[in-house]
C-alpha cells in the first residue's frame, strides 16, 4: 500500500518545506526522489539542501550526473518509476501529479494555493481506492505541520 501525503503550503514555500521532509526520510535510512519540473524550481531545492539545515547540507545530485546512483535524495525533472539512486520516497515538490507515484512507498504531493483544486482532484481520486493511505497535512501561523482535515 502507497502512503500519499498531501502538504498544502500556506506559509512557507517548498524550498523551506523539503529539506526537513528530506532529513526525516534520511534519517530513517530511506532514499528520496524529488520531482519539480521546472528547472528554476530544482535549482531553488539545490540550493535550500545546500543551505536551509544549519548543520550542513542535505548530500543530493540531480538526475543525470555521473554520480546518481549513489546519491541518497535525487532531484529530476520527471518521474522514473525506478529512479537511480533506487529512491522507496517520492517528492512532487511542484505540485503536479503524476500516477506513477504509486510505486513508491511513500509520496509526498507539496502543493501551493495555485494547485488545490488539482491536490482536491487527486484526493479524491485515491480516497476512492483500497490500495493508497492518504493523509493531508496543514501549517499553522508559527510554521509547525499536523494532520488534518
Known sequence: MSRVDFYRLTRDPVERVLPAIAMRILDNGDRLLI??????????????LWTVQPAGFLPHGAAGS?????????IAGTLDSSPPNRATHLALADGEWRDAALG?????LLFDNSRIDDARATWRGLAARDDVDNRF??????GRWSEGP
Open 35 to 48: 520531482v519539480a519540473g521546472p528547472a528554476m524550481q530544482r535549482q531553488a531545492i539545490d540550493e535550500a
Open 66 to 74: 555521473p554520480d546518481e546512483a549513489i546519491e541518497p535524495i535525487l
Open 104 to 108: 513508491f512507498d511513500r509520496v509526498f
Open 137 to 142: 497535512w496543514k501549517q499553522d501561523d508559527r
